[in-house]
């Protein structure tokens, strides 16, 4: 989960949530081969995971609880928190300012306390952000996860009334699923954003390169974004996206676990794919291929 620079992305949360996943782990005593076998993630994934590498799927979360035999409510909790950090919806008002918003930018917002539905007040999503992911089993946490659970439940039913309470029905179908759209996508990653959900997605480019890498350029039918992804990769390989409008988006082979599995790219948000580039830049200094769409 870095950010430019190496940085972490999600900061303290994701460390938070990276530690405890890998506490759970070391409780079930499986490598990462046995836990791969056991789940729907590779190995090359769950080292990503464990290592705070990139924020894991909320089902990834909940597999470990239920292989460790840990409830799963503290997890998800810190889950929730990264996932907000990741995606920029649990900034604070000082970094919304420097992006050109305030809170009430969003609108009059309404929290209620942990153990009851939290319920967003009325009113349209603000150009191209989504219907936010309803929050499950806030009651459950308060219940059961102790007095400093109370309290991180507590910041988790506020952030989500707060920084992602608006409901919209009917909008787009699909919308529901994923957790952002169009300029809300740019530079997010597809896979933590549900963009990449099979009925969601095209795949209008697919090509094995010079040196067997196979790239494929995937578009987000919902999300109204694109972005590469890269299989079979060398260290050293880049994979970029390059859609009109925005800035490039690329990643970077960085070790075998990266060559192991897939990659992808963040998104780069677009009115469709057409006009839309990718470019993989071999390791060694090989020659640029691009494709489009």
């Not at 949360?13 to 996943?21: K, V």
């Not at 309404?110 to 009651?139: H, I, K, N, S």
């Not at 994979?239 to 060559?259: C, I, K, N, T, W």
């Amino acid at each position: 989960m870095s950010g430019p620079g190496g940085a972490p992305r999600g900061g303290v949360e994701s460390s938070r949530l990276a530690a405890g996943l890998r506490e759970l782990r070391a409780r079930t005593g499986l490598s990462l081969a046995a836990l791969a076998a056991r789940t729907l993630y590779s190995k090359s994934s769950w080292e990503r995971y464990l290592n705070g590498k990139k924020l894991p799927p909320r089902d990834a979360v909940e597999a470990l609880c239920r292989l460790a035999g840990e409830p799963a409510g503290r997890l998800v909790a810190l889950w929730e928190l990264a996932d907000a950090a990741w995606s920029g919806r649990g900034r604070s008002g000082a970094a919304q300012a420097r992006d050109g918003r305030s809170a009430a930018d969003d609108g009059p917002e309404r929290a209620t306390v942990p153990g009851t539905a939290v319920v967003a007040a009325a009113g349209p999503p603000a150009d191209g952000e989504a219907t936010p992911r309803p929050t499950r089993r806030l009651a459950g946490l308060a219940a059961g996860a102790g007095a400093g659970g109370v309290a991180l439940v507590a910041a988790l039913a506020l952030w989500t009334a707060v920084g992602a309470g608006r409901l919209v029905t009917g909008a787009v179908p699909g919308a529901e699923m994923t957790g952002c759209r169009a300029r809300a996508c740019d530079g997010k990653d597809p896979e933590s954003m549900r963009c990449d959900l099979p009925d969601l997605v095209r795949t209008p480019v697919e090509r094995t390169a010079a040196g067997g890498e196979r790239v494929q350029l995937r578009y987000g039918t919902v999300c109204g974004a694109a972005w590469g992804r890269i299989r079979d990769g060398r260290i050293g390989d880049r994979v970029e996206v390059v859609a009109p409008g925005v800035a490039p988006r690329s990643v970077r082979v960085l070790d075998r676990f990266d060559a192991e599995d897939s990659l992808v790219t963040p998104m780069a948000a677009a009115r469709g794919p057409e006009g839309v580039r990718l470019c993989l830049y071999p390791a060694g200094g090989g020659a640029r291929e691009c494709f489009s769409a």
